[in-house]
């Protein structure tokens, strides 16, 4: 049985640390730069501007550019997707008396909920578990959110820089002094086009990366600096569309069990999501953990068999998809978080350094407070003109001290126990919220997912047929991520080409952008994979199932607005 992580792609951490190469005289200097206009850098950037306006002696040790947010989408907002029903605690800390809730761009407060286990064609109700009940969480389109938080970033003083892929993390004398920006213009093969502009080193006094899941740089410092956590970080991936429907539906609404299979062998974890967006718009998703192993699964395939259920049909009668993305979400919980969250000059957050409750399906609210906790400790330290390589520690004290340990604590297990199959894994999940985390499992073992033996099935015969209306194929649901990567530039996926037909197929299945198709045989067994990068929206799940994506061209990728 072959396993991704036997076929381990052409990618080296030492490619993506280097000294800085500009002349000191053309180097970009900022105060604090944070990579990533997600709401983990957003929050970061906004609470640095708080504190510089109540310290404008600090701000003016910071020179022209104190803060600078690097964002490798067209603008903030293009590359966020989530649910999203959100944790309102860190908004209202962030924004205390300045800004109440009201006034952000949401659609509410969830009026109410329901949760089902689906069969083919039933709809069982369950009261809501404990870590499903969203009385009192708001409703937003986080791609919406980030492009009002990056206006508050703005007016607070920071630089936003959008367009912008952070590719490799400057490093002198053992400390982070910051990023050099991706070249743009470069042909299929590497080399220069009329509009060639190379990238820039921009060097900072402390480096924020908040690059969300599977931050490219994120994983170069983890490997860096010796960070990377007990346990090895997992993923899920979702895949979710917005409908425009004719009756505006009344209640968050999550599902488990179909489409998903029950059996330990499949290692299928995850269930729905169906959030109200208003009067007339609806969001649905489907998250399935990367643990799975069966080659044929496709979560983009599957998403569009939810929508056939009787049940979730009736929600989208008479509708209309406005768009379609996917991504992932780090899902590996307490024990797979970082060591450390920091090294000399450099402080993680966010999605990035694993900050996430997979069984509230919930991140946003921790996003925000570690950026929040990482302005703090940033300016603490620059405030105090300290260097020194411990001067950043303060940030893991608060982390420490904050409900984003205490609340990753209680369900430090939970995810673990899905390995023994949904049903199994439910009564101990329910075990567990029930006792705070107090039911002692001891510490579960924890593999990466390209580690998972492969099963071959026919899945995916039994997938529906696209009809353009309910269900749609893959590179339909591209065009409606608004995808715009330039065709002729170079290949930002790294694999290994040559590989076992089962990890080809798996590749082929699981990417929901269809990148990946199972080329020619090769003679020995192997097949070449053919690669499409254009298409990709940079969702993630290639890294956990044995490659690497590294950023593309600062602006590539899709242009989310709803998502
Ligand atoms: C399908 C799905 C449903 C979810 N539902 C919910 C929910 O209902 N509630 C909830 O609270 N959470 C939910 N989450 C999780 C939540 O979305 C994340 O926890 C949250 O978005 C993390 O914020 P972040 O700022 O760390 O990262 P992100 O939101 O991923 O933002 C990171 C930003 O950094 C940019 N970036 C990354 N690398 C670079 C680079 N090298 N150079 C320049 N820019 C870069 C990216 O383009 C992006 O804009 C969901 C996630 C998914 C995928
Ligand atoms: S190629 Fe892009 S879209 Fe496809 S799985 Fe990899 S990261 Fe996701």
Not at 109 to 119: A, I, N
Not at 265 to 284: C, H, K, L, N, Q
Request: charged letters at 25%; proline letters at 8%.
């Amino acid at each position: 049985m072959s396993r991704p992580s036997n076929f381990p792609p052409p990618f080296s951490t030492a490619d993506y640390v280097a000294e800085p190469t500009d002349p000191a005289d053309e180097r970009i200097e900022v105060g604090v730069l944070i990579v990533g206009a997600g709401p983990a850098g957003l929050a970061c950037a906004i609470r640095l501007g708080q504190l510089l306006e109540e310290h404008p002696d600090v701000a003016e040790r910071l020179g022209d550019v104190p803060v600078a947010v690097l964002e490798k989408g067209k603008q903030p907002g293009s590359h966020l997707l989530s649910g999203a029903v959100v944790d309102p605690r860190a908004l209202r800390r962030l924004f205390g008396n300045r800004l109440r809730m009201e006034d952000l761009p949401s659609f509410g407060l969830v009026p109410g909920e329901s949760v089902y286990v689906l069969t083919r064609r039933a709809a069982l109700p369950i009261p809501p578990p404990p870590p499903m009940r969203n009385h009192g969480n708001w409703i937003f389109s986080l791609s919406q959110l980030g492009r009002f938080l990056a206006e508050r970033a703005e007016e607070g003083g920071a630089m936003i820089l959008p367009e912008t892929a952070a590719q490799r993390l400057l490093v002198s004398h053992g400390r982070v002094v910051g990023v050099r920006t991706g070249d743009k213009g470069r042909g299929r093969e590497g080399g220069e086009l009329g509009n060639f502009e190379a990238g820039s080193d921009l060097v900072a006094k402390v480096t924020v990366l908040a690059e969300g899941t599977q931050g490219h740089l994120t994983g170069v410092a983890l490997d860096r600096f010796g960070l990377r956590g007990d346990d090895p970080q997992v993923w899920e991936l979702g895949v979710k569309e917005v409908w425009k429907v004719a009756k505006p539906l009344d209640r968050v609404i999550h599902t488990m069990g179909w489409p998903l299979r029950p059996g330990k062998r499949y290692r299928e974890f995850g269930g729905s999501f169906i959030y109200p967006m208003g009067e007339d718009m609806v969001t649905i998703g489907l998250v399935v953990g990367l643990d799975y192993r069966d080659a044929s699964l496709s979560v983009h395939d599957l998403l569009q068999e939810l929508k056939t259920h009787p049940k979730i049909r009736r929600i989208l009668a008479g509708g209309e998809r406005l768009q379609w993305g996917a991504k992932t979400i780090p899902s590996g919980g307490f024990h797979a978080l970082p060591r450390r969250l920091h090294a000399p000059g450099l402080l993680l957050c966010g999605d990035g350094a694993g900050m996430v409750n997979i069984p509230r399906l919930k991140g946003v609210h921790y996003a925000i407070e570690s950026g929040r906790l990482a302005a703090e400790a940033a300016f603490r330290a620059l405030q105090r003109g300290e260097t020194p390589a411990s001067a950043l520690s303060s940030y893991d004290d608060a982390v420490r001290d904050s409900f984003i340990w205490r609340d990753l604590h209680e369900v430090r297990n939970m995810r673990q126990v899905f390995g023994h199959g949904f049903f199994v894994g439910g009564a101990l999940a329910s075990a567990m919220t029930a006792s705070k985390g107090r039911v002692e499992l001891g510490k579960l073992p924890a593999e990466p997912d390209a580690d998972q033996p492969l099963l071959v099935t026919d899945r995916d015969a039994s997938y529906p047929a696209p009809d353009g209306q309910l269900t749609f194929d893959k590179l339909s649901s591209v065009f409606a991520s608004g995808n715009k990567t330039r065709d002729d530039q170079p290949n930002h996926i790294r694999i290994e080409r040559r590989v076992p037909r089962e990890v080809a197929e798996l590749w082929a299945h699981m990417c929901p952008a269809q990148v990946y198709e199972v080329g020619a045989e090769e003679g020995d067994g192997t097949v070449m994979v053919d690669v499409a990068p254009s298409n990709c929206v940079q969702c993630g799940a290639i890294t956990a199932k044995g490659g690497r994506l590294t950023p593309p061209e600062g602006g590539s990728g899709p242009e989310y607005t709803l998502t």
